[in-house]
């Protein structure tokens, strides 16, 4: 099991940011494997400076007190647009699974920070003293990094780009699966990805949330309704008695997973339009239904 990066630098989880500095700066001139010779000290030494990249870091730091370490997995979708509460959150049920999405407006509270990986240890070491206090081996000079900004369909199907980078152009292939703030090493640089919102589909991690709207007659007879979906429309029976915000899960549907096979899935949240407008006749069968509903009440 991974190890709590308070536990890593002994420090405690309200620790201020100036004991995680003196925490840090003392474990990692112990641990430096140019310095210490034993066998662990380089893993020792990576551990270190990975709790040291979160727990210094205010954005990251609340990301790992609320998700843990696997909020910075690459293709974790613990990214800008996956954890930003776009208005508020709220939940749903299917089954026995409990489901919490976000609602429109506002922007992530988490946007801009990079949940793809973890940095060179050795680079963060040297960007905290000011270069290597022993002296000895020359790190590699830092890497470049680009932002490359791709639209949401392409993040959730994969594409090649073609960019100029120091001059030369270069085909960019992005994997399916990408989520905003996904960072992809490539050889000599590494490219941060910028996936722009889409109307219909709000993700979460590798599922995905849209809406469809129902009338009032077709949510209480049922009906077959088409819903959009990455895959293209799809026909979605409507059971009678449908009550408004049902979800219904499309298993499999979702985003495809940046690693290994599987997908996540869509769920369609309904909602039932009452109309503001009613014709005469319309007026009349309803106020039928409502009488017809009353005895029925009162037969019980």
Do not use: C
Not at 63 to 69: A, C, L, P, R, S
Not at 217 to 229: K, R, Y
């Amino acid at each position: 099991m991974a190890k709590d990066f308070y536990e890593i630098l002994g420090v405690q989880k309200g620790a201020s940011e100036a004991e995680i500095k003196r925490a840090y700066r003392k474990l990692a001139l112990e641990w430096h494997p140019d310095r210490n010779k034993s066998a662990e000290a380089t893993e020792k030494f990576k551990e270190i400076n990975k709790a040291y990249e979160v727990l210094s870091d205010p954005k990251k730091k609340e990301m790992y007190d609320q998700y843990g370490e696997s909020a910075f997995a690459p293709g974790s979708g613990f990214s800008a647009a996956g954890q930003g509460p776009f208005g508020g959150q709220q939940t749903g049920r299917y089954g026995p699974f409990t489901y919490t999405y976000s609602t429109y407006g506002g922007g992530s509270p988490f946007e801009g920070v990079d949940f793809g990986g973890f940095s060179d240890p050795f680079e963060i070491f040297e960007q905290f003293f000011g270069g290597s206090p022993f002296g000895g081996r020359q790190r590699s000079k830092r890497r470049s990094v680009y932002q490359l900004t791709i639209d949401f369909m392409e993040a959730v199907k994969g594409t090649e780009k073609e960019v100029e980078i120091e001059g030369k152009s270069q085909k960019i292939k992005i994997p399916a699966g990408v989520d905003n703030g996904t960072h992809i090493r490539f050889s000599d640089y590494d490219v941060i990805v910028e996936v722009q919102r889409d109307s219909r589909f709000r993700r979460e991690g590798y599922d995905l949330v849209s809406d469809a709207d129902v009338s009032f007659s077709q949510a209480a007879l049922g009906d077959v309704i088409s819903v959009p979906t990455i895959d293209g429309p799809l026909n979605l029976k409507v059971q009678p008695g449908t009550q408004p915000g049902t979800l219904i899960r499309l298993r499999g549907k979702g985003v495809p997973h940046v690693r290994g096979s599987g997908r996540g899935d869509h769920y369609v949240r309904l909602k039932v339009l009452v109309p503001t407008k009613l014709s005469g006749r319309q007026k009349e069968l309803l106020q039928q239904f409502n009488e017809e509903d009353k005895k029925k009440k009162g037969w019980f």
